[in-house]
């Protein structure tokens, strides 16, 4: 069985592998729109967010300000790809 500090802290290094593969897309959207920009920047510090929470976890579970900070992110995300 997995334990959960193990679950958080893998957990936490797939979100930053999601999070520099979003970054890379945000340096590709430069000489793009900004509305385009704002969506990829918004992911970027979306999934960044969340990976620090769960990377900075403790007996009490994820960090939760980074993880709500991370989800309200994630929400102006899933605002400006409905705009765009």
Request: proline residues 0%; contains cysteine; charged residues 10%.
């Given at each position: 069985l997995v334990e959960e500090g193990e679950f958080y802290d893998s957990f936490g290094l797939f979100l930053m592998g999601w999070f520099i593969f979003t970054f890379i897309l945000l340096?590709?959207?430069?000489?793009s729109?900004?509305?385009f920009f704002f969506l990829f920047f918004t992911l970027a510090m979306a999934f960044l967010l969340l990976?620090?929470?769960y990377l900075n976890a403790d007996a009490a579970g994820p960090q939760g300000d980074c993880i709500v900070a991370g989800g309200a992110f994630g929400l102006m995300a899933a605002f400006a790809a409905w705009y765009n």
């Open positions: 340096l590709c959207t430069l000489r729109t900004v509305a990976g620090i929470g």
